[in-house]
């Protein structure tokens, strides 16, 4: 199940760190910033996937996923943006209850849960149009392409 889990957060480490390369990253908080951010996280991947994947027309499948992945990723966020704007909202107001509380953030910790849990069984579509050897070839680059993005040494090096 950790294997898993790694794999998953791999695939979401290279989207989430893709525009990192970029010198706009600073720029996405703001509303319809974010464009390019999105664009370089597909851009990276296509390039990665028409490298490892030697079938073109699986190639193609496996970028409609990663789209896939994409915008479930870009949803997640928006999702939890609206999550936080919900909380700041209950902070302000004087009379918020605890169950208000508990149920905005029972709210948002369900929405994570499905969207993970959509990302995980995208991952298994890309994974069984894939063979073995692309797939650890693949997981290897998206490794190599993350840990160039990494603020920490102590951070693990291995381990998608």
């Avoid at 073995?132 to 840990?147: F, N, P, R, T, V």
Wanted: with cysteine; glycine share 6%.
């Amino acid at each position: 199940m950790k294997r898993i889990q790694r794999y998953v957060l791999g695939l979401v480490a290279v989207f989430a760190l893709a525009g990192c390369s970029s010198h706009h990253h600073h720029e996405m908080g703001g509303e319809g910033k974010g464009e390019s951010y999105w664009q370089k996280g597909q851009q990276d991947m296509a390039a990665l996937i028409d490298r490892t994947v030697k079938d073109q027309a699986k190639a193609q499948q496996v970028k409609a996923i990663v789209n896939d992945v994409v915008a479930e990723l870009r949803s997640s966020r928006e999702q939890a943006r609206a999550s936080h704007r919900r909380l700041y909202e209950l902070n302000a107001n004087y009379a918020a209850t605890p169950e208000e509380f508990t149920k905005a953030l029972d709210d948002a910790s369900n929405q994570r849960m499905q969207s993970a849990a959509k990302i995980l069984s995208l991952r298994f579509k890309m994974k069984d149009l894939m063979t073995g050897d692309e797939w650890k070839a693949l997981s290897d680059q998206m490794l190599s392409y993350s840990s160039r993005y990494r603020h920490s040494e102590s951070s693990p090096k291995s381990g998608y």
